[in-house]
């Protein structure tokens, strides 16, 4: 009896033993492969029982050939400054100009000056292959005048090629993680490749976000408008002219003189009568006067 327990000890001795060594040779074929393949930044943990000799990546600046070869992606932004008649009918112009151009508006700032005049501030989002053509619309528009204009543009294509440079490089890994997680022996093989895993994908997502970020800015022009609404009319706009009114005044003044002159006759003609007396009297004192004036001259 004691010769068939000692048998049964040794027996499972032998089988953890070699379950151990399986283990083991699995982990460090895994740890073997990650540290030849070596895609992950060093900034990387793998789990609380050791960590994968992973080899850090170096940054590098996009080859200069495959920046000629890729569209330049820049960022516009626009800023100008106008002075508008008819403020309300001018917005309502320009927000249906940017719709047809398939943009948006972003923000809508109106206040009142005084009870009449208006003052805001829009912010568009126009395709840059439009932006041209909606500049064209503003010189054109018979109630708009353009007193300030800044236009800017960033050259992001740089920054876009390493990101895509990154994003093939760690979908290359995840496409290897992928892999190992088939071959995995074990459940310890498969957290510490899970955990690589994720954070290789949440590295995917975020490359991704900033692509479609620079795509946004660069697809999409931001132009910002300061409008203020004037009382008077442009100066240049006024319809003069001079000749037609010069003429018409002309006419009034010729019409005033012959009324004056007519008003004239009238008056002297209807009052002759008066005036003949009144032209009799002023004569006698006048003579009588200058005859008295004589008579003492010669005393």
């Given at each position: 009896?004691k010769?068939?327990?000692?048998?049964?000890?040794?027996?499972?001795?032998?089988?953890?033993?070699?379950?151990?060594?399986?283990?083991?040779?699995?982990?460090?074929?895994?740890?073997?492969?990650?540290?030849?393949?070596?895609?992950?930044?060093?900034?990387?943990?793998?789990?609380?029982?050791?960590?994968?000799?992973?080899?850090?990546?170096?940054?590098?600046?996009?080859?200069?050939?495959?920046?000629?070869?890729?569209?330049?992606?820049i960022?516009?932004?626009?800023?100008?400054?106008?002075?508008?008649?008819?403020?309300?009918?001018?917005?309502?112009?320009?927000?249906q100009?940017?719709n047809?151009?398939n943009?948006?508006?972003?923000?809508?700032?109106?206040?009142?000056?005084?009870?009449?005049?208006?003052?805001?501030?829009?912010?568009?989002?126009?395709?840059?292959?439009?932006?041209n053509?909606?500049?064209?619309?503003?010189?054109?528009?018979?109630?708009?005048?353009?007193?300030?204009?800044?236009?800017?543009?960033?050259?992001?294509?740089?920054?876009?090629?390493?990101?895509?440079?990154?994003?093939?490089?760690?979908?290359?890994?995840?496409?290897?993680?992928?892999?190992?997680?088939?071959?995995?022996?074990?459940?310890?093989?498969?957290?510490?490749?899970?955990?690589?895993?994720?954070?290789?994908?949440?590295?995917?997502?975020?490359?991704?976000?900033?692509?479609?970020?620079?795509?946004?800015?660069?697809?999409?022009?931001?132009?910002e408008?300061?409008?203020?609404?004037?009382?008077?009319?442009?100066?240049?706009?006024?319809?003069?002219?001079?000749?037609?009114?010069?003429?018409?005044?002309?006419?009034?003044?010729?019409?005033?003189?012959?009324?004056?002159?007519?008003?004239?006759?009238?008056?002297?003609?209807?009052?002759?009568?008066?005036?003949?007396?009144?032209?009799?009297?002023?004569?006698?004192?006048?003579?009588?006067?200058?005859?008295?004036?004589?008579?003492?001259?010669?005393?």
């Open positions: 009896m010769r068939i327990m000692f048998g049964l000890v040794v027996l499972s001795l032998l089988l953890f033993g070699c379950s151990s060594h399986e283990a083991r040779d699995s982990e460090s074929s895994y740890d073997m492969s990650v540290s030849e393949g070596g895609m992950i930044e060093s900034d990387m943990s793998i789990g609380s029982t050791g960590s994968l000799p992973i080899d850090p990546i170096e940054p590098t600046a996009p080859d200069l050939k495959q920046l000629e070869n890729v569209n330049r992606r960022i516009y932004n626009a800023y100008l400054e106008l002075e508008v008649k008819q403020y309300l009918e001018v917005v309502s112009s320009i927000e100009t940017v047809e151009m943009g948006y508006v972003v923000s809508n700032q109106t206040s009142l000056l005084d009870d009449e005049l208006h003052y805001g501030h829009l912010t568009l989002r126009i395709p840059q292959e439009s932006l053509l909606f500049f064209d619309f503003l010189d054109g528009h018979d109630q708009i005048y353009i007193q300030h204009r800044d236009l800017v543009g960033e050259d992001v294509t740089e920054q876009y090629v390493d990101l895509e440079t990154r994003l093939k490089s760690r979908q290359e890994l995840e496409a290897r993680l992928l892999a190992f997680m088939e071959e995995a022996k074990s459940t310890e093989d498969l957290l510490n490749i899970s955990r690589d895993l994720s954070n290789v994908q949440y590295e995917i997502e975020m490359i991704k976000g900033q692509m479609n970020y620079i795509n946004n800015r660069a697809d999409l022009a931001t132009v408008l300061n409008l203020t609404e004037l009382q008077t009319e442009f100066a240049h706009e006024q319809n003069l002219n001079v000749w037609e009114r010069t003429k018409e005044q002309w006419l009034i003044s010729y019409n005033n003189l012959l009324i004056g002159a007519t008003n004239l006759f009238v008056f002297i003609v209807g009052n002759l009568p008066i005036l003949i007396v009144i032209a009799a009297i002023g004569g006698l004192i006048y003579f009588g006067y200058r005859r008295k004036n004589n008579r003492n001259t010669s005393e």
